[in-house]
């Protein structure tokens, strides 16, 4: 599996040889340096560690520190674990690009916390539709309505769609299109939106479900 950490720096959109405008996304991916390989042997499965961002060494603890320090890594402020078929492949403190996994033309599966929304009613959150607004209707226009409970089975089934907290949750769009790479600045381009506010840490994939 390729896959690097990212951070997204908000949406544009470029036009192609045709003159027509794709809306992309820009994301600062990587580099990253691997801190920590896992094999089957050991571990029971094959992953690598990668950090992003590097961080002063006085905002990390002693242990943590200390887990950087024997990858020969600086510490970094995001850890991400990735399952990879070869661990073989990879050396301690080696360093990962955008350019070494990726390129135009790839899709790419992007993950990460959605923008939170805070409590929202079940039109903003569930797209209701709402009730009427005439004809002697109270204040009930946004109100969700009978939620179909009676003395059987005398409680409301769980996943019933309802008010409650909106966003802030662990989100991946799939199949998303390499657009452009910029490998000096190691910028990432995708088409699309992504989870997140600008600033949000992404983790981008190789797709699973290509088709292509």
Same mark, same amino acid.
Request: hydrophobic share 40%; charged share 20%.
């Given at each position: 599996m390729k896959a690097i950490v990212g951070e997204k #720096? %908000?949406?544009?959109?470029?036009f192609?040889?045709?003159?027509?405008?794709?809306?992309?996304?820009?994301?600062?991916? %990587?580099p990253v340096r691997v801190t920590q390989i896992k094999r089957q042997e050991t571990d029971g499965y094959g992953a690598i560690q990668i950090a992003f961002k590097e961080l002063a060494s006085r905002k990390v603890n002693r242990a943590t520190a200390g887990h950087f320090a024997k990858s020969g890594v600086p510490p970094a402020r995001h850890v991400v674990e990735v399952r990879v078929d070869d661990?073989?492949?990879?050396? #301690?403190?080696?360093?990962?690009?955008?350019?070494?996994?990726?390129?135009? %033309?790839q899709k790419a599966d992007v993950t990460g916390i959605s923008k939170g929304k805070g409590f929202? %009613?079940?039109?903003?959150?569930?797209?209701?539709?709402?009730?009427g607004a005439s004809h002697?209707?109270?204040?009930?226009?946004?109100a969700p309505g009978s939620i179909g409970a009676c003395a059987t089975p005398a409680r409301v089934f769980k996943g019933k769609r309802l008010p409650g907290r909106m966003g802030g949750d662990t989100t991946t769009v799939l199949n998303l299109d390499v657009v452009q790479i910029d490998a000096?600045?190691?910028? #990432?381009?995708?088409?699309?939106?992504?989870?997140?506010?600008?600033?949000?840490?992404?983790?981008?994939?190789?797709?699973?479900?290509?088709?292509a």
């Open positions: #720096l %908000g949406m544009t959109q470029i192609d040889d045709e003159s027509r405008a794709i809306p992309v996304t820009i994301i600062k991916a %990587g661990p073989g492949a990879f050396v #301690l403190g080696q360093e990962i690009t955008v350019s070494d996994l990726f390129e135009v %033309g929202a %009613g079940t039109i903003k959150r569930h797209n209701f539709s709402g009730q002697g209707a109270h204040k009930v226009h946004r000096e600045r190691n910028l #990432l381009m995708v088409r699309g939106a992504v989870p997140g506010p600008k600033g949000a840490v992404l983790v981008i994939r190789e797709a699973v479900k290509s088709n």
